[in-house]
């Protein structure tokens, strides 16, 4: 009795071609890009519920060399928001929200490093996988011509499942990265919206009557 061919996932990356290596370095970005920017995006949606108290206090009392230093302390993007606010005081209250918001775009841009890579290898991977299979079809066209008369459907079938290895890994690199990209995106945006929210609340602070 023959024994049963199996099919190892190594086996199937060697087979892959020269095109695994370029999948291969985006799949190690995508998964670098991801961790790093998961890490910063908790360091920055982590809140103090009684910052915005002690903001107020400090700005009522007229404290606010006291709430400046605690934005510093804080050293989240909300803090550093009510910190060039607090930096605008005595300003029309326009030219403090545009200094605010110039800051909150910088913070966006700042939290959003690495997403161009994660959109390009979603949208590049799988086309880099096609390239592959596509390479690897003529291979194997080739060498079926090549084989002349003693060609036969294994030397056909052989090139073919090898060129479809490139394809898998195309897509699945770009999946990968897709999710990824979305994930985080949707992770700004919740930043994005609590920085908004700070913002109307410290502009909204500066104008209340002091107790």
């Keep these: 009795m023959e024994p049963t061919a199996t099919l190892s996932f190594w086996s199937l990356l060697m087979d892959g071609g020269y095109i695994m290596i370029p999948l291969a370095i985006l799949l190690i970005v ?3 890009v991801f961790t790093e920017r998961t890490l910063v995006i908790n360091r920055a949606a982590k809140e103090d519920r009684y910052f915005m108290d002690r903001i107020r206090d400090y700005v009522h009392d007229g404290d606010i060399e006291s709430a400046f230093n605690l934005c510093k302390k804080t050293d989240t993007p909300n803090a550093r928001l009510i ?3 607090l930096s605008r005081i005595g300003r029309p209250m326009n030219d403090v929200l545009v200094a605010i918001e110039n800051t909150g775009n910088i913070e966006v841009a700042q939290l959003g490093k ?3 890579w994660l959109s390009t290898t979603a949208a590049g991977a799988p086309m880099l996988g096609f ?5 690897g079809m003529i291979q194997a066209f080739f060498s079926l011509a090549s084989a ?3 060609a036969n459907i294994t030397v056909l079938s052989s090139g073919i499942y090898q060129a479809l290895v490139t394809t898998v890994a195309g897509l699945v690199v770009g999946i990968l990265a897709l999710f990824a990209y979305n994930y985080l995106v949707a ?3 919740r930043v994005m919206n609590s920085m908004e929210a700070k913002t109307m609340e410290f502009m909204d602070l500066l104008n209340e009557p002091a107790a």
């Design 30 to 32: 995508t998964i670098y």
């Design 83 to 85: 910190q060039k606010g």
């Design 114 to 116: 690495g997403f161009p």
């Design 131 to 135: 390239l592959g299979t596509v390479v």
């Design 148 to 150: 002349g008369t003693s």
């Design 187 to 189: 992770r700004v945006n």
